[in-house]
């Protein structure tokens, strides 16, 4: 990602910022998604009768509470990373660059996690809740 070897390049910025464009556009997309899955899990569409609902329920909005609090860092850390691609235009050393770069690995290292743990996580909710809906007897 650096022309010769002091600055970054146009290229090098352009991949940096088109990755923060998608990060916050899957964060954008999976707020939506757990609003859902809040709504789902305070509906009353389950079959009361179910072993252990209300706690099973009430664990995965513990869950579901933990992860929005890692979405809402994660987004902060993104706008500050962000925020920072304007100094990377005038970095000129090679620790500069190599600062700039270990931020933006560590953060994509970051949202890779919490997007296999929100997948897992959302698959987990929708199995259980998938077996417990009420059938509609008319």
Known sequence: MTIGPNTISEKGLKNIHFDVLEWKSSL???KDEIFFINQLLNSYVFEPITPNLFEQLHEFR??????????????????????QLGGMM?????????????????????????????????????SYVGGI???NKR
């Open 62 to 83: 513990l869950q579901i509470e933990k992860i929005e609090l890692i979405l809402e860092e994660l987004s902060d850390q993104i706008k500050k990373h962000e925020n």
């Open 133 to 135: 809906l009420r059938k």
């Open 90 to 126: 005038e970095c000129d050393t090679i620790s500069c660059d190599h600062f700039y770069n270990k931020n933006h690995e560590s953060l994509s290292d970051a949202l890779r996690d919490f997007y296999k743990n929100f997948r897992k996580l959302k698959s987990e909710v929708f």
């Open 28 to 30: 954008y997309f999976i």
